[in-house]
């Protein structure tokens, strides 16, 4: 997509970058800016956050690392064919696809590869910066949108084995980019990449994206607090196909991701209720998924109730536009000058940074607060080269956030 050539252009560097959030992400910001189709679900574009000096959609340049190789257009045209993209805007923003296309590099690590750790850390830096030299950016922001991994069954380690998602937020902090999970796998959360968090200088944000049941639980549960009512069960269960369907088939993946939705619960309700959460695949849905709640609560005088909710949505396109509001917040964040994690943003997420509120009005509350600071005047201080900024001392000392609990490489 176009921008002025006065305009400073941000990167957006996307792990799972073929993927169905990641495809819907570069053609619905080409769409918007094009005013194909309005910014529906971009909480960015309302007037909460006017005057707070975000990148417009038109500085957007879009990059990023995968392991598979089918082109955007292809993946685009699958989405149609799945619902998930309206007929005719992969042809209408062809251009922006295949521009993106030719940024993403090979990711890691494969099957019988040969590259340790270290190794395929400076690889995915320096593809990101070669990504900030050739494209001109004032910054890129590194956001994890690839296939949820498996949570670690015991304490991650301090040595110098990493999961695949923490490879590449080690690769961001190296080459001094921002970083996002929008994912339950652990990317910064590692212990041996807790040092150069909290000294890198660097805003980050995470960790995975509240885009549906959990968005619903958040509301819900303080409710139920709020009304003095005792819930006595809270069940669901989720039916969803496609990569984030096939990857959740693993049980081990599929208690990443239920973590962070009954962790809503026991912060709003001040306890655990009975009852789990179940992950299906059903490849037949494609990107489409359909959540059921069953809540058991005792009224007045032990009255028992029942209260059912049914969630269908479709994944990407519920994620797409907050992907996006993520990736120009934190740019303003790293403009502003502020480091470590955003605890600002807990609204966007199920396992928020920091020890922020759970409940989805207090959160929204706390992101009208970060909007205020982002549109208050800083002292101006010399920009650093995209290279060195991960050397900086950060302005406060962050911890890199909770231990991990479990990225969607396709999802």
């Not at 502020?338 to 509120?357: I, V």
Request: proline share 10%; with cysteine; net charge neutral.
């Amino acid at each position: 997509m176009s921008a002025s050539s006065s305009e400073p252009r941000v990167g957006v560097w996307l792990i799972g970058a073929r993927g169905s959030v990641a495809t819907t992400v570069v053609a619905g910001c080409a769409a918007v800016t094009a005013g194909l189709y309005p910014p529906t679900g971009m909480v960015t574009e309302t007037p909460l956050f006017a005057g707070c000096g975000l990148p417009p959609l038109s500085s957007l340049v879009f990059g990023g690392h995968d392991t598979v190789d089918c082109p955007l257009p292809k993946r685009a045209e699958a989405l149609v064919a799945g619902g998930v993209l309206p007929h005719g805007l992969p042809a209408a923003v062809a251009a922006e696809l295949e521009a993106a296309d030719r940024e993403i590099r090979p990711g890691g690590p494969v099957p019988g590869g040969t590259q340790d750790t270290a190794e395929l850390v400076d690889g995915f830096a320096a593809d990101l910066r070669d990504f900030l030299r050739r494209r001109g950016l004032t910054r890129a922001v590194v956001v994890n949108v690839a296939s949820t991994e498996p949570a670690p069954t015991e304490p991650a380690p301090t040595g110098t084995t990493l999961p695949p998602s923490s490879l590449y937020a080690a690769a961001a902090l190296k080459a001094g980019c921002p970083y996002v999970n929008f994912t339950p796998s652990t990317g910064l959360h590692h212990p041996a990449l807790a040092p150069a968090a909290r000294t890198g200088g660097l805003p980050y944000a995470g960790r995975d994206g509240k885009t549906g049941q959990t968005l619903l639980r958040s509301v819900l549960g303080p409710m139920f607090a709020q009304r003095a009512l005792e819930v006595r069960a809270w069940s669901g269960t989720n039916l969803l196909g496609g990569g984030d369907g096939a990857s959740l088939a693993d049980p081990a993946a599929a208690a990443a991701k239920n973590a962070g939705k009954e962790r809503v619960l026991a912060d709003t309700l001040g306890t655990a209720p009975q009852g789990e959460v179940h992950i299906d695949d059903v490849p037949a849905l494609g990107d489409w998924k359909t959540a059921w709640d069953h809540i058991a609560f005792d009224g007045f005088l032990g009255t028992r109730m029942i209260l059912q909710t049914t969630w269908q949505g479709c994944d990407s396109a519920l994620a797409a536009p907050l992907v996006l509001d993520l990736a120009r917040l934190v740019s303003r964040a790293h403009e502003a000058g502020l480091s470590g994690p955003l605890d600002g943003l807990g609204f966007y997420f199920k396992d928020p940074l920091g020890e922020g509120p759970a409940a989805l009005g207090e959160q929204y509350a706390e992101l009208a607060r970060f909007a205020v600071r982002l549109r208050t005047p800083r002292p101006e201080r010399p920009e650093p080269h995209p290279e060195r900024r991960a050397q900086q001392p950060g302005r406060r000392n962050p911890q890199p956030g909770r231990p991990s609990h479990g990225s969607r490489e396709e999802r």
